[in-house]
């Protein structure tokens, strides 16, 4: 299995533009988690879903913010529209088992808003 | 609800000497614990996780941890470190509560010098 999928890698933007960060889970998995890591805030999760319905979205900063997963194999998170403090790194993971499984991360999208 | 704190933020040490990375946790339920580590430039990536049975759990990499329930603690500990362990070191929790989210703590930067 090729693991978790994040697209883009890197994604520089300028303020108020939107933005859309792209996962793809590993096969099988139905659970899926959103979260983003800076120095100050460390690592935060944002929203998860559990067989495609989000089950908390509490993390999610404000309305700018949002997470959809249309099927098993794709979930997004759109900014819209950016601001220069959301630039840090999304992280996308899935697991088999809620709670008690492993959660496997995907590589990241480096997030830059000028 | 759950929470865990990892108690140092750094943590250097020098090549093939020990090292212990502390975690402690609350919760009002019984609770699975997990080690993670993330080199940079990359997503976390599981070291180690507890669930039920022995309090002793091995690891990749080396890597052991000791669930005390008593002392509501789970530290990591290697016998000797390499420089390739120099990384970021995450304790997580989660539990039949909250929907079986898992909490992050804060992470623990493991440097380790020649």
């Known amino acids: 299995d090729a693991g978790v999928i994040q697209s883009p890698r890197h994604e520089v933007t300028e303020m108020g533009q939107e933005v859309t960060l792209r996962c793809k889970p590993i096969?099988?998995?139905?659970?899926l988690f959103w979260y983003r890591q800076t120095m100050m805030r460390g690592l935060e999760l944002l929203i998860y879903f559990n067989n495609n319905v989000p089950i908390d979205d509490s993390g999610m900063p404000e309305d700018r913010f949002s997470a959809k997963m249309p099927n098993a194999s794709f979930s997004t998170l759109k900014i819209q529209p950016s601001e220069p403090r959301d630039s840090a790194v999304y992280f996308c993971?899935?697991?088999?088992?809620?709670?008690?499984?492993?959660?496997?991360f995907g590589p990241g999208t480096r997030l830059t808003v000028l | 609800a759950q929470s865990v704190t990892q108690l140092d933020s750094q943590v250097p040490v020098f090549e093939e000497a020990p090292v212990e990375l502390r975690c402690n946790y609350s919760s009002s339920v019984s609770v699975y614990l997990f080690w993670y580590v993330q080199y940079p430039n990359q997503g976390l990536q599981l070291l180690l996780k507890?669930?039920?049975?022995?309090?002793l759990v091995k690891g990749i990499n080396g890597f052991e941890a000791e669930f005390n329930k008593s002392q509501t603690s789970f530290h990591l500990r290697k016998p000797s470190v390499h420089i390739s362990d120099t990384a970021e070191y995450f304790c997580?929790?989660?539990?039949?509560?909250?929907?079986?989210?898992?909490?992050f703590g804060a992470g623990t930067r493991l440097f380790v010098k020649a």
């Open positions: 997580a929790v989660s539990g039949n509560t909250g929907g079986f989210k898992t909490i």
């Open positions: 993971a899935s697991s088999g088992y809620m709670g008690s499984g492993e959660q496997f």
């Open positions: 507890y669930l039920s049975g022995s309090t």
């Open positions: 096969s099988g998995h139905n659970s």
